[in-house]
């Protein structure tokens, strides 16, 4: 039975449309853990922006198209308009003519806590966001509680985006979020929304694996859904016994927002909003460079380095 549901996320709303129960139940538990709320407002979009379907097979991928791996495992085709990604025979379909829905269309059922049908879902949502001027970015995000502006904590899994994270909220800055982010350009300003509610550590018995847990349960710090960015860090991860920090011109942060986010590139029929998005974010903003040590373990150490780039903004 198809479900039509709408979503606010990031002060947009989203039309989501499911063909059979078993996508519905796949949509619900998977937006459960992103700020992705239903809207019962009137006046929402009557055009769905993705389409999900698990009764139908797959969708047919056109031959003779230009392929290429994209990061977190999958082939993206594309013709340079209409845009194919395969995930272990599942496909995400995007920018086909006459078609302004993102599809989704899965091999099967597959249990919700496969990693490839987070996957699917998160291409998709992140293209149909594209295509409402909402564009994602790994980074983590808190509010400076002396000045209520926005830093933008930004870098690859790994880079120490959820350490330091945890150090700020811990600290008393209100928190947004530890991972990913989406941008829009707002009047004069580019704001930045969380998308992934949970925040995720690396546990104390594994090098690799990491913990999940709701902030909005730990901390005594407000959560803030949405903030204006001044300030942005690129962590490194080095291994020295002391952290080292050094500005980084427009031009260079630029270059660092595009490599954390690919499908300004990929995408496109979006491309060129995205772009500027992030050029305009990169002039907004002042940006660093983090040679992160150990010493930024340590929590004071960590937010007094974060305190006195942002005094800097």
Do not use: N
């Given at each position: 039975m198809a479900q039509r549901t709408l979503y606010r996320v990031a002060g947009e709303s989203l039309l989501v449309e499911t063909e059979d129960a078993w996508a519905s139940a796949a949509i619900d538990a998977l937006f459960a853990g992103w700020y992705l709320t239903p809207d019962d407002a009137p006046g929402g979009p009557s055009v769905p922006g993705i389409v999900m379907s698990s009764a139908i097979g797959p969708a047919p991928i056109p031959g003779g198209l230009d392929g290429f791996q994209i990061a977190g495992g999958g082939t993206c085709y594309t013709d340079g308009q209409a845009s194919y990604i395969d995930i272990e025979g599942s496909v995400v379909s995007m920018g086909k003519p006459g078609n302004g829905a993102i599809e989704v269309r899965m091999d099967g059922p597959v249990p919700f806590e496969t990693p490839a049908?987070?996957?699917?879902?998160?291409?998709a949502l992140s293209a149909a966001l594209r295509r409402r001027r909402r564009f994602e970015l790994h980074s983590a995000a808190a509010v400076d509680p002396g000045t209520g502006k926005g830093v933008l904590i930004v870098g690859p899994s790994g880079s120490g985006k959820s350490t330091l994270s945890v150090h700020l909220a811990s600290a008393g800055w209100p928190f947004l979020t530890d991972d990913v982010l989406l941008l829009s350009k707002e009047s004069a300003d580019v704001a930045a929304w969380p998308l992934r509610r949970c925040f995720a550590v690396i546990s104390a018995t594994s090098d690799t694996e990491?913990?999940?847990?709701?902030?909005?349960?730990?901390?005594?710090?407000?959560?803030?859904?949405?903030?204006?960015?001044?300030?942005?860090?690129?962590?490194?991860?080095?291994?020295?016994?002391?952290?080292?920090?050094?500005?980084?011109?427009?031009?260079?942060?630029?270059?660092?927002?595009?490599?954390?986010?690919?499908?300004?590139?990929?995408?496109?029929?979006?491309?060129?909003?995205?772009?500027?998005?992030?050029?305009?974010?990169?002039?907004q903003a002042t940006s660093y460079a983090v040679r992160a040590g150990r010493d930024l373990l340590d929590r004071d150490a960590a937010v007094n380095l974060i305190a006195a780039c942002a005094r800097e903004s």
């Open positions: 049908l987070t996957r699917v879902v998160t291409y990491k913990r999940m847990f709701l902030p909005h349960e730990v901390f005594e710090a407000s959560f803030q859904d949405r903030c204006v960015p001044a300030t942005l860090l690129f962590p490194t991860l080095t291994g020295a016994d002391r952290s080292e920090v050094s500005p980084l011109a427009a031009g260079d942060a630029m270059a660092r927002l595009i490599r954390m986010s690919p499908w300004c590139c990929y995408d496109r029929t979006t491309a060129p909003d995205h772009l500027a998005v992030l050029s305009a974010l990169a002039k």
